[in-house]
């Protein structure tokens, strides 16, 4: 099997897993394990990739034999008891929904992030474009943590085809899609911008 004839999908798809905006990858065959890292090595983000998928996008392997590439890597995989596609598909659509949301207190709220949705204090969610959402998720790892713009640039845009500038419309945006709530991404003078810590 040789590379793809365009290589451009796959790129996003590394892109995509680096800044969370997939919430699973599925797996059907060892040589797609390794373009898909071997993509990722070729863009300078293989431990970006190995660590958004040891934390925060869920790898699923039809079968132990597709697993062993990235289990080797340090990377837990889940597997259907059989290999097979269908299976595979019920697995993801058990371990998905408790797998990608996360809860954090921020302030005096608390905050429910699934996928691109935020809900806070029990509220309506808020549906964020994907950009956004990223913003929030690394924010939200740490809350009172201090991100630079620089750092929010490369873990969020990825590829640096962005200055910093960018950083401070997104969060901008973010706060404005948070309405009510836009006090709890708060900037500190000179250093960057945090999620507000829990008290």
């Given at each position: 099997?040789?590379?793809?004839?365009?290589?451009?999908?796959?790129?996003?798809?590394?892109?995509?897993?680096?800044?969370?905006?997939?919430?699973?990858?599925?797996?059907?065959?060892?040589?797609?394990?390794?373009?898909?890292?071997?993509?990722?090595?070729?863009?300078?983000?293989?431990?970006?990739?190995?660590?958004?998928?040891?934390?925060?996008?869920?790898?699923?392997?039809?079968?132990?034999?597709?697993?062993?590439?990235?289990?080797?890597?340090?990377?837990?995989?889940?597997?259907?008891?059989?290999?097979?596609?269908?299976?595979?598909?019920?697995?993801?659509?058990?371990?998905?929904?408790?797998?990608?949301?996360?809860?954090?207190?921020?302030?005096?709220?608390?905050?429910?992030?699934?996928?691109?949705?935020?809900?806070?204090?029990?509220?309506?969610?808020?549906?964020?474009?994907?950009?956004?959402?990223?913003?929030?998720?690394?924010?939200?790892?740490?809350?009172?943590?201090?991100?630079?713009?620089?750092?929010?640039?490369?873990?969020v845009w990825v590829t640096g085809r962005a200055d910093e500038h960018v950083v401070e419309a997104a969060v901008a945006r973010?706060?404005?899609a948070l309405d009510g709530h836009a006090r709890l991404v708060r900037t500190v003078p000179k250093r960057g911008y945090s999620l507000a810590a829990a008290t």
């Amino acid at each position: 099997m040789g590379p793809p004839a365009d290589p451009a999908p796959l790129r996003r798809l590394v892109e995509q897993t680096v800044r969370r905006e997939l919430h699973t990858l599925t797996f059907t065959s060892a040589p797609a394990i390794d373009a898909f890292l071997a993509a990722a090595a070729g863009l300078g983000l293989g431990d970006e990739v190995l660590t958004a998928l040891r934390r925060d996008v869920l790898p699923v392997g039809v079968g132990p034999v597709c697993a062993r590439r990235l289990e080797e890597a340090g990377v837990t995989v889940l597997c259907p008891e059989r290999g097979r596609l269908g299976a595979m598909g019920r697995t993801v659509e058990a371990a998905l929904p408790a797998y990608s949301r996360r809860e954090v207190r921020a302030g005096p709220s608390t905050l429910v992030l699934q996928g691109n949705a935020v809900l806070i204090d029990d509220g309506p969610p808020v549906r964020l474009p994907p950009l956004l959402a990223a913003v929030l998720r690394a924010l939200a790892e740490q809350p009172g943590r201090v991100l630079s713009r620089a750092e929010l640039l490369r873990r969020v845009w990825v590829t640096g085809r962005a200055d910093e500038h960018v950083v401070e419309a997104a969060v901008a945006r973010l706060r404005g899609a948070l309405d009510g709530h836009a006090r709890l991404v708060r900037t500190v003078p000179k250093r960057g911008y945090s999620l507000a810590a829990a008290t």
